[in-house]
């Protein structure tokens, strides 16, 4: 089923058959229109417009800042980029937890104004009640499990969940209760490979990994951080695809000797 007006060609049911079949499935995260343009020409499946944007764009320590206005600014901006891939937008912290009405006001309002495909939360049992309600409104919904950013003060850490029996059981429980409710996929953060896989092989639903190891249905990554804009952030599941930061450092020095020294512009770049 695709989207009228749209050229979507990936789509929740999409989604389920390349798990059924075994094909991996690729998402990035882009918070632009200039950058979605690329990775959709690349051949993502799912952009992820993910509230990690208020590290990477704005510069925040935790994701929980960012805004449901601000979110959607994101979201617009790549939803106009995009043709091919679904677009996931993050709910931002605060506007579905607690209250299932304030849940689907937000789901609707993101939904009406971006025009993305689907939206991403966080959480298990604790935020069934407000997934119910989203998902009554016929708006597609990926759960979130394992790190949980928006939960950092609980954990007051980054390492990795879901070591200990307990807290394994209960993500593998959450996933469960993610997929009877209705959710079309659930992204899994930082757990052990082991348990990664459990689930993968627990529910039917894709089950997408950042730090989850290799025997789930896909993986995501933040885009600042596989092209390697980011020094800092340095997570052992973090593949860097390039040295963006360095390239970038590079060009803009050399711009400003050639501003200083008054090389630029030269014969050819004037009128
Ligand atoms: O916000 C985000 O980028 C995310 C990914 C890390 C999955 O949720």
């Keep these: 089923m695709s989207v009228e007006g749209k050229n979507r060609i990936i789509t929740t049911q999409r989604l389920l058959e390349m798990k059924a079949k075994g094909e991996k499935i690729a998402m990035l995260t882009a918070y632009d229109y200039t ?11 799912i952009i992820l417009v993910g509230d990690s944007a208020a590290n990477v764009m704005a510069g925040h320590e935790t994701t929980l800042p960012i805004t449901l206005d601000q979110m959607i600014y994101h979201a617009q901006s790549v ?3 995009v043709k091919n891939p679904m677009v ?4 931002p912290f605060g506007t579905y937890q607690g209250d299932s009405k304030q849940a689907v006001f937000s789901a609707i309002k993101i939904m009406k104004e971006s025009e993305a495909d689907a ?8 935020i069934l009640e407000s997934l119910r309600r989203i998902l009554s409104t016929g708006i597609p919904v990926m759960g979130h499990l394992g790190l949980t950013p928006q939960s950092i003060h609980k954990f007051g850490t980054y390492s990795v969940r879901a070591r200990e029996e307990e807290e394994a059981k209960k993500l593998i429980e ?14 899994l953060e930082k757990i052990p490979a082991e348990l990664g896989a459990k689930v993968a092989s627990c529910v039917k639903i894709p089950i997408i990994g950042i730090g989850a190891g290799n025997g789930v249905d896909g993986q995501v990554l933040v885009m600042h951080d596989m ?9 052992r599941f973090l ?11 590079k060009a803009f020095r050399n711009y400003i000797t050639d501003v200083k020294s008054g090389d630029f512009p030269n014969e050819n770049e004037q009128y």
């Design 35 to 45: 950058s979605a343009r690329i990775v959709d020409e690349a051949g993502i499946d």
């Design 79 to 81: 939803v106009r980029a």
């Design 88 to 91: 996931v937008v993050d709910m």
């Design 119 to 126: 939206l991403k939360v966080e959480g298990g049992a604790e």
């Design 174 to 187: 959450d996933a469960i209760a993610l997929e009877e409710v209705g959710c079309f996929a659930i992204v």
């Design 227 to 235: 092209l390697g804009i980011n020094k800092e952030f340095s997570p």
């Design 239 to 249: 593949r860097r695809y390039h040295n963006l930061y360095e390239e970038m450092l």
